[in-house]
């Protein structure tokens, strides 16, 4: 996965900004000057690299396979503002790969679609900066899982 973009600075040199993701991990690339770039998650890939050229404070903002490049506060591709990303707490974490797991071993390849999928909608919401929504569908799905296997258990 790779994503190019020039940047003019303030007094008219253009400069190339490079994103690129493989084996190596993921590097941002300016003006062949690579930077390592980590995530600050270790469910999402998540970062937000800050580069600094003159007259233009630009930030790289890759969220998954999403890969955004905002200068001087605003994103190249759609004009929006430029917002710092948000780390996912812990605990969200923890509570997905606990239903994730429970989901699999429970109730097999349907639990596992199930789980995944309302995995999937809990990210997008807490990116979304919707964090007791996320927390809710987690917890929901938590709960009807223990009543599905104490009904399972109770019927056999």
């Not at 084996?23 to 999402?44: E, R």
């Not at 233009?56 to 506060?73: M, Q, W, Y």
Request: overall charge positive.
């Amino acid at each position: 996965m790779e994503r190019v973009w020039t940047v003019t600075d303030s007094m008219g040199n253009p400069h190339q900004i490079m994103f690129k993701k493989g084996f190596g991990g993921a590097k941002c690339i300016v003006d062949g000057d690579t930077y390592k770039m980590k995530s600050k998650n270790w469910v999402v890939w998540m970062a937000d690299h800050q580069i600094s050229i003159p007259g233009a404070e630009c930030n790289l903002v890759v969220i998954g396979n999403k890969i955004r490049l905002a200068v001087n506060g605003t994103y190249l591709e759609d004009g929006t503002p430029y917002e710092p990303i948000r780390n996912i707490p812990g605990w969200i974490n923890v509570l997905t790969l606990l239903n994730f797991v429970y989901a699999w071993f429970m109730f097999g390849i349907i639990g596992f679609l199930i789980a995944f999928l309302l995995d999937l909608l809990t990210y997008k919401l807490c990116l979304s900066k919707k964090i007791t929504l996320g927390m809710i569908i987690q917890i929901a799905l938590l709960v009807v899982m223990l009543v599905l296997t104490v009904a399972v258990f109770i019927l056999a």
